[in-house]
């Protein structure tokens, strides 16, 4: 299991023993010490999809010309990048490379050994 903020302290990303990546905004969350929020109530979630088959056992936010992207590790034995929405940037060690200032060479819709599924949540 992982956790990571960005420089800012707006979004928390967190990656769980089932392989699962969230995004969380918690810019506004526990401000105030004197009102905390319930154990129950969660910041609001902004992105979720499965991004490894076993566990994530580090996670980290990257900042790469003012764009956000997710580094995630795993047990099954793959480091992978991710936009902060979720798609699917690559996995180091793949024959094809990416480009992070090129979107059109990511691998979202090519590689489908990583991505089981993925969620966007409206807020």
């Not at 105030?32 to 991004?51: K, Q, T």
């Not at 929405?85 to 979107?103: A, M, R």
Request: charged letters at 20%; a negative charge; glycine letters at 8%.
């Amino acid at each position: 299991m992982g956790l990571s903020t960005d420089q800012e302290n707006n979004l928390l990303v967190t990656g769980d023993t089932a392989g699962s990546i969230k995004v969380w905004d918690i810019s506004q969350y526990a401000l105030n010490g004197v009102d905390m929020e319930s154990a129950e109530d969660l910041p609001a979630l902004l992105h979720s999809w499965r991004g490894h088959e076993r566990a994530i056992v580090s996670i980290e936010v990257l900042l790469y010309e003012s764009q956000l992207f997710v580094l995630s590790a795993s047990v099954d034995c793959r480091a992978c990048l991710w936009t902060a929405q979720g798609g699917f940037v690559g996995c180091f060690g793949q024959e094809q490379q990416w480009d992070l200032s090129n979107p059109d060479t990511y691998q979202t819709n090519r590689y489908n050994g990583a991505i089981t599924s993925r969620t966007k949540i409206d807020r």
